[in-house]
């Protein structure tokens, strides 16, 4: 069983930055890729970007590219786990969204999700 919890959100200006970051525990989790999706107030939930199990490559939407980066270390806490990162900067108030971590053999990885962490962009 993979267990995804995100934190990090919060209320911050715009052009600011903030860093999410999603623990993820569980005996499957070194097999997985992971990802950030996110869902704006009436819309559809998005993906934001991802990073490949096999190949450490990183993609992103266009709408984050150049702003976001997304990264990946091994637990310190949980024996059975890694540590995904989202650096965000220069936000802007679009980017204003429940964000939620996700991961799994799939692609993107959808297979595993996490609660969200609201991330409020003020202009």
């Known amino acids: 069983q993979v267990e995804l919890v995100e934190s990090g959100g919060g209320l911050v200006q715009a052009g600011g930055s903030l860093r999410l970051t999603c623990n993820a525990s569980?005996?499957?989790?070194?097999?997985?890729?992971m990802g950030w999706f996110r869902q704006a107030p009436g819309k559809e939930r998005e993906f934001v970007a991802a990073?490949?199990?096999?190949?450490?490559?990183?993609?992103?939407?266009?709408?984050v590219k150049g702003r976001f980066t997304i990264s990946r270390d091994k637990n310190t806490v949980y024996l059975l786990g890694d540590t995904v990162y989202l650096q965000m900067s220069d936000l802007k108030a679009e980017d204003t969204a429940v964000y939620y971590c996700?991961?799994?053999?799939?692609?993107?990885?959808?297979?595993?999700w996490g609660q969200g962490t609201q991330v409020t962009v003020s202009s």
């Open positions: 996700t991961g799994g053999s799939d692609w993107p990885p959808r297979k595993d």
């Open positions: 569980g005996r499957t989790v070194s097999s997985y890729s």
């Open positions: 990073i490949r199990r096999s190949t450490g490559r990183t993609y992103y939407s266009d709408s």
